[in-house]
């Protein structure tokens, strides 16, 4: 019933710049916290940033000061500006978003992943 689509992605040498979006839709009521994870070759997925209003803005140490987040509340939206961006930052970059469908009826979600390589 809600639905994450990202948006963004590519291919970027070291040191260079992405922005990637994540547009929520479908039935809404609220959203609580959306963030982005994101999965290397051969790793685990991981926690990149998270925002919420409860929380504020929570990063893995290995983006602090590079990355940032935000989003538009007005959009159902998030963005996460990805700076001085490594080799190792290459993955498959995850939407998440929970919320309320309506009162007393939850939603957690994910999107389908948009990828994202950094290499020379």
């Known amino acids: 019933q809600v639905q994450l689509v990202e948006s963004g992605g590519g291919l970027v040498q070291p040191g260079g710049s992405l922005r990637l979006s994540c547009a929520a839709s479908g039935t809404i009521f609220s959203l609580g916290a959306m963030g982005w994870y994101r999965q290397a070759p051969g790793k685990q997925r991981e926690l990149a940033a998270r925002?919420?209003?409860?929380?504020?803005?929570i990063y893995a140490d290995s983006v602090k000061g590079r990355f940032t987040i935000s989003r538009d509340n007005a959009k159902n939206t998030v963005y996460l500006q990805m700076n001085s961006l490594k080799p190792e930052d290459t993955a498959v970059y995850y939407c998440y978003a929970d919320g309320r469908i309506r009162i007393g009826r939850p939603f957690a979600t994910w999107g389908q992943g948009t990828q994202v390589t950094v290499s020379a």
């Open positions: 925002i919420s209003d409860v929380d504020g803005t």
